[in-house]
């Protein structure tokens, strides 16, 4: 049964790529300005751009570029690079693992605050540590990351002559400084996150701490611990688990923000780059990935729901 629910989800997903991959396709070319202009500085004559654009493959009709560009990335390949003519594929491994770094660090941040201060908010309802909890809560969702990230480079800067580490470190330069480089900036990228999930935590634990089962837990004697843990927390977790995925699809956006803040060399810092020199094959293949990618994880969101509660599957 598992196995069949999982298919089902996996046959939603493939309309849902075709339809992103044309939107990857399309909307970069909608952006102001002309890659094979920007290429000869502005400075050639119509001859030359008519050549320089045939000799890119962006002399045809679109339809025919896309045809052509979706039999590429069927066979893994992404096209190279209209600047540096390397490929795509090639790019986009070397700086994913800095984002997939960012990226699960951040959610990491984000579950440990958040379940925890969740917990102790609904079972101390109404208390001084709850409206504390709650007021965290709305101001971490109400400050924008750039800002807080801005701050958090610039001020240490000018009071105590400290700033975040510049530049990227190897892990195998030096391990420690490798990891610790990205503990400022995910936990800046979880703080939405961890204020969102908080909240909900809260509000669905509070829900279901009222079912009748959860009193006859209380009447039977049991340890608040083990109600709360054990026969609570897991139907509570749902919605959360929801919630969760949405929260992915956001910090991998904020990634773009953040890595070009604190000078990190991933994917959201090489998009504004390649959408600076309005390098369309980057662009596409970037955004192809993370598109993907959060396909992806609302498929293993889908399927952790049918393992919490096995109603889901029917």
């Known amino acids: 049964m598992l196995r069949r629910y999982f298919v089902k989800r996996l046959l939603v997903a493939v309309p849902s790529l075709l339809i992103a991959s044309l939107i990857v396709f399309t909307l970069p070319r909608l952006i102001p300005g002309d890659v094979v202009t920007l290429m000869l500085e502005e400075k050639a004559y119509a001859k030359d751009l008519e050549e320089l654009r045939a000799k890119l493959g962006l002399d045809r009709p679109i339809h025919v570029q896309y045809v052509e560009w979706l039999g590429r990335v069927a066979r893994g390949d992404l096209g190279e690079s209209l600047w540096t003519r390397r490929p795509?594929?090639?790019?986009?491994?070397?700086?994913?693992?800095?984002?997939?770094?960012?990226?699960?660090?951040?959610?990491?941040?984000?579950?440990?605050?958040?379940?925890?201060?969740?917990?102790?908010?609904?079972?101390?309802?109404?208390?001084?540590?709850?409206?504390?909890?709650?007021?965290?809560?709305?101001?971490?969702?109400?400050?924008?990351?750039?800002?807080?990230?801005?701050?958090?480079?610039?001020?240490?800067?000018?009071?105590?002559?400290?700033?975040?580490?510049?530049?990227?470190?190897?892990?195998?330069?030096?391990?420690?400084?490798?990891?610790?480089?990205?503990?400022?900036?995910?936990?800046?990228?979880?703080?939405?996150?961890?204020?969102?999930?908080?909240?909900?935590?809260?509000?669905?634990?509070?829900?279901?701490?009222?079912?009748?089962?959860?009193?006859?837990?209380?009447?039977?004697?049991l340890r608040e611990r083990v109600i709360v843990l054990k026969h609570s927390l897991r139907n509570a977790v749902i919605p959360v688990v929801t919630v969760l995925g949405i929260q992915i699809g956001q910090i991998i956006g904020g990634t773009v923000i953040i890595e070009t803040i604190f000078g990190l060399p991933g994917m959201g810092r090489f998009i504004v780059e390649a959408i600076t020199q309005r390098d369309y094959p980057v662009i596409q293949g970037v955004n192809l990935v993370v598109v993907s990618s959060i396909v992806t994880i609302n498929l293993l969101i889908d399927a952790l729901y049918a393992v919490l509660d096995p109603r889901i599957r029917y």
């Open 88 to 221: 795509v594929l090639e790019e986009i491994g070397r700086r994913l693992p800095i984002t997939l770094e960012i990226g699960v660090m951040a959610i990491a941040f984000a579950i440990l605050i958040a379940v925890p201060v969740g917990i102790v908010s609904a079972t101390r309802q109404d208390t001084l540590r709850d409206y504390l909890a709650r007021s965290v809560a709305i101001l971490g969702l109400s400050v924008p990351g750039f800002w807080l990230a801005t701050l958090v480079v610039v001020l240490p800067a000018i009071w105590w002559g400290w700033r975040p580490l510049a530049g990227f470190v190897e892990f195998a330069v030096d391990p420690v400084g490798h990891v610790t480089q990205f503990i400022l900036p995910a936990l800046i990228l979880g703080i939405a996150s961890a204020a969102a999930l908080m909240r909900l935590t809260r509000g669905m634990l509070l829900e279901v701490l009222r079912q009748d089962y959860v009193r006859t837990a209380w009447a039977k004697g």
